[in-house]
């Protein structure tokens, strides 16, 4: 222990400073969210995470120089990076790593606002994928007893850790090591389900396994940065229906062991085109959710400045072999070029008309279903007119 930490009164102002920081966001905290966020430490969950410089991550204990920097660092809005690529930050060479983050204690706002929507109620069984640092399921503990908490997370080492900081704040939930689309407790079901890594559909036993009138709260995402939290609530017919949140998600998937590494093709210099629309117009945030849902499942995407610092986007559907290049030029429209059987760029293009068209509709101005079936987003215009588009 260092001093920073012994000293309660330090460590309640960072509690309190994180709650503030959190309700003068865009999240206004219920008073059971702001008690969580006052009462449950964050710095348990995360004695060692990495920061970032450039590519590299470096990990980072309280123990490494300025603890007050540390310390600050622990109670920011903000995610913390505890595992690269498999590496967790504790085992990390000082020197750090480079690679993909693979968990992170997620941004705080981003925890209130999923958990405002979770709407925990004292003794709902709640269910959660995705432990990662132990830190959100200790907030669930917190709101519905620790008793009524499940987390589970694929990562054994991960789980570990967090059972023993649980344990560590008092806390004894159950965490599972697994895979959390699938290895639900024999016959349990839930009043609450959250995941806090992404799919790009609900998996059919989190709906099974919610009860009647139970929500789920579950971030979208496909292969653009700008993914979606669907809010649904299980209804008496065994099918879920709610509505998308207005926050942008980027959650780490939800890995399910079948991931493969594709790599676009090599696209020639012609035949080419020219487009209206840059590639660019799917870094933004906006508009990438709706393009997503235009977008196949699989569509992998890259993007990038070439050496005259503009901006190229590449496309590839490793289930056609059809692979597109965007590229911006200094005063001249874009140029597309393509390879295979299709060009990925035109629904694209006629997905932002569309987005235009309806007014540049808003995440929360649409709903979702899902059945055993099919899962589906929906947006109604003010005309009635209502658009599906099945996931
Ligand atoms: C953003 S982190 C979770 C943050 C966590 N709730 C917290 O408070 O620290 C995403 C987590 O999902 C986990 N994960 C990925 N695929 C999973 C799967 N199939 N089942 C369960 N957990 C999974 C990762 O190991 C990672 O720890």
């Known amino acids: 222990m260092t001093n920073i930490l012994d000293d309660e009164q330090h460590v309640i102002r960072a509690r309190v400073s994180l709650t503030h920081q959190i309700d003068r966001g865009s999240v206004v905290l219920s008073s059971p969210l702001a008690g969580a966020f006052l009462n449950v430490p964050r710095h348990p969950f995360v004695p060692v995470f990495y920061r970032r410089e450039r590519e590299q991550f470096i990990p980072w204990r309280i123990t490494d120089g300025d603890a007050e920097a540390w310390l600050d660092a622990v109670y920011t809005d903000d995610s913390l990076i505890t595992e690269v690529d498999g590496v967790h930050a504790e085992h990390a060479a000082r020197a750090g790593v480079t690679g993909v983050p693979t968990s992170s204690s997620t941004a705080p706002s981003l925890m209130a606002d999923m958990l405002d929507a979770l709407d925990v109620k004292e003794g709902d069984e709640v269910y959660e994928a995705g432990a990662g640092s132990g830190y959100n399921a200790a907030m669930l503990c917190h709101l519905a007893g620790d008793k009524h908490v499940t987390t589970v997370d694929r990562s054994g080492a991960l789980t570990a850790l967090a059972r023993e900081r649980l344990n560590g704040v008092g ?221």
């Open 171 to 391: 806390f004894d939930p159950l965490v599972i090591h697994g895979d959390g689309a699938r290895d639900i407790p024999h016959d349990a079901t839930y009043d609450r389900i959250i995941a806090t890594a992404s799919v790009w559909q609900v998996p059919p036993l989190w709906l099974e396994r919610c009860r009647s009138g139970g929500i789920l709260v579950v971030p979208l995402k496909g292969t653009l940065a700008g993914g979606m939290i669907a809010r649904l609530t299980k209804l008496p017919d065994g099918t879920a229906a709610g509505r998308i949140l207005h926050t942008p998600a980027a959650f780490m998937p939800l890995k399910t062991g079948a991931e493969v590494e594709a790599s676009t093709p090599a696209i020639p210099d012609s035949p080419s085109r020219q487009a209206a629309l840059s590639g660019r117009a799917l870094d933004d945030w906006t508009f990438s959710f709706f393009a997503q849902l235009h977008m196949p499942r699989g569509l992998v995407r890259t993007y990038g400045l070439s050496d005259d610092g503009l901006h190229v986007t590449t496309l590839y559907d490793p289930a056609d072999g059809s692979a597109t290049r965007i590229e911006d030029r200094p005063e001249a429209a874009p140029l597309v070029t393509s390879t295979g059987p299709r060009d990925l760029w035109a629904p694209l293009e006629e997905a932002h008309q569309l987005w235009r068209r309806l007014h540049r509709p808003r995440r929360e101005w649409f709903g979702i279903d899902v059945t055993p079936a099919e899962q589906a987003v929906t947006y109604t215009a003010p005309d009635g007119q209502t658009r599906r588009w099945t996931l």
